[in-house]
C-alpha cells in the first residue's frame, strides 16, 4: 500500500537552515504538503505543491520535489526557536478522500 | 487561514459516560474526516464524509459514530467512553479546486477518560 516515511528527529542551531525530507510511494499523488504541528494543537499548513512541479518558494520555505526518487524535502531558512515542532508530510490524488501522512519529523531548534 | 472549528478542546470524562466531540466548518467543504492521534504520533483517520447523509469508516477501527446532516457540522460520538479512548481527536475538511486537494485541521480535542 501508499506509505510515507520521514525521519524522526532533527537538531539545529538557531540561525541555521533546516531540512526535513520525506519519500512517498505511491506514483500517483498530486498533491504534497507540510504541516507543522505544535505542541497541543491541530496541522497548521504550511505549504503545498503539485506533482508537477519542481520547486515552490514562499518566504522561508524552499519545497523541492524529486519526482523520479519520490523524495520531498522542506528547508526551512534562518530556522528560529519558534519552528520548534513536528513537521508532517502528506500526500494525496486528486479526487479520492484518502491522504497518506509521514509520522512527522520532531525539529528541535537549540538557541 | 482555516476556519474549522472543535469543541471541546479538553475534556475529562469518567467511563460508561456518552460523550460527543463537535466540529464545524465554514468553508463550504463537502468532505470532512475525524482522525485520532496520539501526543506527538501519526495521524489515523477513523471516519469520513463526502457530504451531507454521506458517512464511511476509515482506516483504523473505532468504536465511535459520526453523523452529517448540515454540510459545515461532523460531530463524533462516543456511547460509553473507556480508558482505551483516551487521545486527541482531530476534525478536518477539504476542498476539491484545481488549486489543490487541501485538507485543513481544527485544532483539536483533547480526551481524556478516567
Known amino acids: 500500500g501508499e506509505d510515507v516515511e520521514q525521519s524522526l528527529f532533527l537538531s539545529v542551531r538557531e540561525g541555521d537552515s533546516s531540512v526535513i525530507n520525506c519519500t512517498y510511494t505511491?506514483?500517483?499523488?498530486?498533491?504534497l504538503y507540510w504541516y507543522k504541528q505544535e505542541p497541543g494543537a491541530g496541522l497548521q499548513l504550511l505549504t503545498y505543491?503539485?506533482?508537477?512541479?519542481d520547486m515552490k518558494q514562499d518566504q522561508r520555505l524552499t519545497v523541492l520535489l524529486n519526482k523520479k526518487d519520490k523524495h520531498l524535502s522542506l528547508r526551512i531558512a534562518d530556522t528560529q526557536t519558534g519552528d520548534s515542532a513536528i513537521y508532517f508530510c502528506?500526500?494525496?490524488?486528486?479526487?479520492?478522500?484518502?491522504?497518506?501522512f509521514g509520522t512527522g519529523t520532531r525539529l528541535k531548534v537549540l538557541a | 487561514e482555516a476556519d474549522i472549528y472543535q469543541t471541546p478542546r479538553y475534556l475529562v470524562i469518567g467511563t460508561g459516560k456518552k460523550i460527543t466531540l463537535e466540529c464545524s466548518q465554514t468553508?463550504?467543504?463537502?468532505?470532512m474526516y475525524w482522525y485520532q492521534q496520539d501526543p506527538g504520533m501519526e495521524l489515523h483517520l477513523i471516519h469520513y464524509?463526502?457530504?451531507?447523509?454521506?458517512?464511511e469508516k476509515g482506516d483504523l477501527s473505532s468504536e465511535s459514530t459520526v453523523s452529517r446532516i448540515r454540510t459545515e457540522h461532523f460531530p463524533l460520538t462516543l456511547e460509553s467512553a473507556r480508558p482505551s479512548h483516551t487521545s486527541q481527536y482531530l476534525c478536518?475538511?477539504?476542498?476539491?479546486?484545481?488549486?489543490?486537494?487541501?485538507?485543513?485541521f481544527g485544532e483539536g480535542s483533547w480526551l481524556t477518560v478516567v
Open positions: 505543491i503539485f506533482s508537477n512541479m
Open positions: 468553508m463550504g467543504h463537502d468532505k
Open positions: 464524509s463526502y457530504g451531507v447523509n454521506s458517512t
Open positions: 478536518a475538511s477539504s476542498e476539491d479546486r484545481y488549486s489543490g486537494n487541501t485538507i485543513y
Open positions: 502528506a500526500e494525496t490524488t486528486a479526487g479520492t478522500y484518502k491522504y497518506i
Open positions: 505511491d506514483s500517483s499523488s498530486t498533491y
